[in-house]
C-alpha cells in the first residue's frame, strides 16, 4: 500500500524555521517526481514545489521562492520541505503527494488524483 507520511509541522513566530519530512513507502520512490501543496484556511489547494526523481531539478511556486528548498533522500525514501522566514500567511496544512500532474505546470492539485498523506499543520504566529 501507498503511503505518505508528513511530519514535522507546529507553531513558530514569523521569520522562523521548520522542516517538514514526508516519509514513503510501498512504491519505487526514486522513480517519482514528488511535490508538496498546502491549503490555507478557507482556501484552496495550493502547489508549492516539485522535485524530479533524481533531485535533480526543482520547481517552486513563486511565495516559496527564496525561502522554501525542497530536497529528497532516497535511499530514505524521504521527501523534505525546509521552510524559512516563515510569514503568517503560510499557516496553512501542508501535503506531500505524488502522481497529481505537472503541478509546476500549472495542473490544479486535485485530493482525487494521485496519492496524498494526511498532512501536517504549519502556524506562524506571534
Known amino acids: 500500500e501507498v503511503q505518505l507520511v508528513e511530519s514535522g509541522g507546529g507553531s513558530v513566530q514569523p521569520g522562523g524555521s521548520l522542516r517538514l519530512t514526508c516519509a514513503t513507502s510501498?512504491?519505487?520512490?526514486?522513480?517519482?517526481?514528488m511535490n508538496w501543496v498546502r491549503q490555507a484556511p478557507g482556501k484552496g489547494l495550493e502547489w508549492i514545489s516539485t522535485?524530479?526523481?533524481?533531485?535533480?531539478?526543482?520547481y517552486y511556486a513563486d511565495f516559496a521562492k527564496g525561502r522554501f528548498t525542497v530536497s529528497r533522500d532516497n535511499a530514505k525514501s524521504t521527501v523534505y520541505l525546509q521552510m524559512t522566514s516563515l510569514k503568517s500567511e503560510d499557516t496553512a496544512h501542508y501535503y506531500c503527494?505524488?502522481?497529481?500532474?505537472?503541478?509546476?505546470?500549472?495542473?490544479?492539485?486535485?485530493?482525487?488524483?494521485?496519492?496524498w498523506g494526511q498532512g501536517t499543520q504549519v502556524t506562524v504566529s506571534s
Open positions: 503527494d505524488k502522481d497529481t500532474g505537472a503541478l509546476w505546470l500549472g495542473a490544479p492539485p486535485d485530493r482525487s488524483i494521485g496519492s
Open positions: 510501498g512504491f519505487a520512490f526514486s522513480r517519482y517526481t
Open positions: 522535485i524530479t526523481m533524481d533531485g535533480l531539478t526543482t
